[in-house]
């Protein structure tokens, strides 16, 4: 499932081939030559609008970063946590968490942010691949069963929704053996309603939160791991001191503390992403999936859309499998016309006229529910208990 690179150094282990990400638009600018700052870069689910970051004071910069100084306490009001873990964005502790565990089976989604399955495997483990993450039968007690499921709610890219009393249920069969539920929550800001975070006193369940997407704060690299206090202590001796820097824990701070900000922006990602799902909608890519950051369009014609938009400078993430697109938010007036003047030239192509119609189901993934009208985000309720 995952590349691996054998070492050329002869000293190196083999490491695995890193995986494609959204964002990478210096690669597309020289791909495509065009320059950078002439792209629309909608191939992230990271919010156009972030949170607007004041002037960090000098001591930030100048003095070893300190934990009392309130990040943590911010951080558990704002999530509404027992407690957590500040980390180096959610990546840093999606690559060592598996290195706490002793090697084990563990379900990952099929369809979703590739990192975890890497990094789990790079520990030893035996992956697990479900379809639209459902471990189905995979919990119950056996040799077969899993020791570790890995949820991504809600997934990136498909959108997918599961319930907290069904992650409940997943927990404490998985608990009952000593085994873990991981969630995923990059994507959750927009509906806290739905976080596991305050059940995370409860041993096997663990949270992780980023402001890297909501926030719009990517390039900070904050991100949170929510556990019972052993956890926690496991993992902070395996990242070593001073995982955040001190710029980094005073823009959070202030950040996750801001929640008229927060209020605000849930509203307004969520008018966004009905927006642009209309717009899709209208040139025929009718999405399959989405959150309030982005919408996910399953359609077989993915490689030839990616590329006529890129040649118009509009810069947006394909899959290859499922065969898909996924468009983050426009942003500013001018970028929202620059986006519906892309879709209308790939409309009056004539290889558009043939993509119109291409839209694919994927297979595993429970489309949006039929009785949902077409231009809804993918905010309600999906078909069962999926959320
Ligand atoms: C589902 C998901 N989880 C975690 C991450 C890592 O985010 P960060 O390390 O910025 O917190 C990403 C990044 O794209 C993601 O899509």
């Known amino acids: 499932m995952i590349a691996i690179r054998s070492s050329t150094a002869g000293s190196l282990a083999p490491t695995p081939l890193p995986l494609e990400h959204g964002g990478r638009l210096r690669a597309a600018a ?16 990271i919010n156009p609008d ?10 930030a910069w100048a003095r ?26 959610s990546q840093a502790a999606i690559q060592a968490l598996p290195q706490l565990r002793v090697p084990g089976r563990v379900g990952v989604p099929t369809v ?19 379809d639209d993450g459902n471990p189905g039968d995979e919990l119950g007690a056996g040799p077969d069963s899993l020791d570790v499921l890995v949820v991504i709610n809600p997934n990136n890219p498909t959108g997918r929704r ?26 959750m800001d927009t509906t806290p309603q739905d976080s596991l975070a305050r059940y995370t006193e409860r041993p096997g369940l663990i949270v992780l939160r980023s402001l890297g997407k909501f926030y719009g704060l990517a390039g900070v690299r904050v991100g949170f791991v929510l556990g019972t206090p052993d956890l926690r202590e496991a ?14 824990r005073h823009v959070a701070r202030l950040a996750l503390a801001d929640s008229p900000w927060q209020e605000a922006t849930r509203a307004s990602l969520r008018l966004a ?26 359609t077989a014609e993915a490689p030839a859309i990616q590329d ?54 994927a297979p595993g993934i429970r489309p949006f529910s039929s009785a949902a009208p077409p231009l809804a985000p993918a905010r309600g309720p999906l078909p069962g208990d999926s959320r």
């Open 64 to 89: 070893l970063p300190e934990e009392d100084d309130g990040l943590e306490e911010a951080a558990a009001r704002c999530y509404c946590a027992p407690g957590l873990l500040p980390v180096a964005g």
């Open 273 to 298: 992403s009905t927006r642009l799902a209309g717009l899709l909608s209208d040139y025929g890519l009718v999405p399959t999936g989405a959150t309030d950051l982005f919408q996910w369009v399953c």
């Open 50 to 59: 972030g949170w607007p970051v004041p002037e960090v004071p000098g001591t």
């Open 162 to 187: 599961w319930s907290v009393s069904r992650l409940l249920e997943w927990h404490a069969q998985l608990a009952a053996r000593g085994g873990w539920l991981l969630v995923d929550e990059a994507f």
């Open 30 to 45: 020289a791909r495509y030559r065009i320059p950078v700052e002439d792209w629309l870069d909608l191939s992230t689910g």
């Open 112 to 130: 979703g942010y590739q990192e975890h399955a890497q990094a789990w495997q790079r520990a030893g483990h035996t992956l697990v691949s479900l």
């Open 308 to 361: 006529r938009l890129a040649r118009q400078g509009i810069w947006v993430r394909r899959f290859d499998v499922p065969s898909s697109l996924r468009f983050g938010l426009p942003g500013a007036e001018a970028s929202w016309a620059r986006l519906e003047s892309g879709l209308r030239c790939l409309a009056s192509d004539a290889r558009g006229d043939a993509f119109r119609h291409a839209a694919v189901e």
């Open 235 to 248: 993992l902070r001796a395996r990242l070593g001191p001073w995982t955040l820097s001190g710029p980094a």
